[in-house]
């Protein structure tokens, strides 16, 4: 089935959508979220449950997808073994998409059979509600990404309500809930921002599951299971995944991404097929991580920055990884301003924080440019400079922020 390699068994267990059946670490939180679903769905209520994976700020790769995911397939199994039926609908909202986009995709993905071409989002919400009545179906929803939700100015909090709260809103016929939301968010500041935003949904966030970044013990496990699942017998050993969970584990320095670690392994397994070799040595998984390194960012130019800076950054970093390109000014203050309210320090001044900015761009950091005809009056757009990777400059950054703030 596989074209015949010299490592690799299954490369699908390599890909970056891939879920383990079983997990081997972080399994007790999975569980207990689980749980919560799982009971509830037998409680004369129903499934009405709102439940938040965040992870720690500036983090990725940290397993929060990989768990909703793993929760989501769980509910579905188990529950069938009890004779209930329940359907999942997976949205990665990082666009911000309108609620009616939002219903759209539900609506596709959990292949509810509900039409909805042009109607209004409440005779959608209605007829979701009603279909999965008649068909005595559950549905958890998972809103990955959730925190572009509270920022994108194609929702209103009104929208949120009307999803969120749909059984206050709009109640099944026969009383019981039938749809479950599993929200994930970024980080700790979805949560204050749901708090300001939409506090009635806030308040009735069942479990917060918080998910730090990964240490080498954990991603040892996490690699030896990719291993064992996906590279052929004898082609690699510990020694070659501990070169690689202790370069990325949070507790010897590295981001704690699960995700960079297993790219690590897949990189010097094709290297090793690449070159018809039987076994991962280990120069190849040193040229793997040094190559991974390669796509890499002025880390001590980026710890030489003061704290207003790293916040201006962060602010272009985050926007860069939502998937904006040049964002104004105006937007960028509103993010940075943010993000002091988070760190609970003063913002500076409009003309300090404009000077920081000519610093960024001055630096190479970032691009500014004046926007042409079409934005009413000129104003500047910035965006961070193309080489950089964002997600990685996101988590130097924010590194060198909590050392900053230390000060
Ligand atoms: N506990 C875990 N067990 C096995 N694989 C994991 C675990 N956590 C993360 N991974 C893997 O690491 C990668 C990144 O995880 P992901 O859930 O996408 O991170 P995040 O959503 O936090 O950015 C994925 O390939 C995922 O399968
Ligand atoms: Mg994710």
Known sequence: MYPMGSVFEDKSVFSETYVPRELRVRAKEADMLFKIYFNKLFSSAGLSDI????????????????????????????????????????????????????????VRNAELGVTVRGSPVIDILKAIVDTLYIN??????????????????KVEADDL??????????PSKDGVARIG??????????LSYMRETIPQVESQVSFKLHLPA????????????????????????????EMISETYGEDKGGDGSARRAIMALRMAAEMAEAEGRQFIGADLVRKAL???????????????????ELLILRAIADAAVEGMDYITTGELRRRYELLCETLQVKARGYTQFHTYIRQLNSMGLIEARISGKGMR??????????????????????????????H
């Open 377 to 406: 009056g000129r104003t500047t757009l910035i965006r961070l400079a193309p080489p950089i990777p964002a997600d990685r400059l996101r988590e130097v950054v924010n590194e060198a922020i909590m050392q900053a703030a230390r």
């Open 51 to 106: 439940a938040v994976i965040y992870g720690s700020l500036g983090r990725v790769g940290i397993g929060k997808t990989t768990i909703a995911k793993y929760v989501a397939e769980k509910l579905v199994e188990a529950s069938r073994r009890e004779g209930v039926r329940v359907k999942v609908a997976y949205v990665n909202v990082y666009t911000g998409p309108s609620l009616y986009s939002i219903l759209s995709m539900i």
């Open 136 to 153: 005595n179906t559950y549905l958890l929803v998972i809103l990955d990404e959730f925190q572009s939700m509270l920022t994108s100015p």
């Open 161 to 170: 309500y009307a999803l969120l709260r749909v059984h206050e809103e709009m």
């Open 290 to 308: 040094a190559e991974q390194e390669a796509s890499s960012i002025p880390v001590s130019e980026i710890k030489s920055l003061g704290l207003h």
């Open 214 to 241: 990964y240490r080498s013990y954990e991603l040892l496990e996490i690699l030896r299971q990719r291993a064992e699942l996906g590279l052929k017998p004898g082609s690699w050993n510990d020694e070659i995944l």
């Open 181 to 190: 939301f599993l929200l994930v968010a970024s980080d700790v500041r979805a």
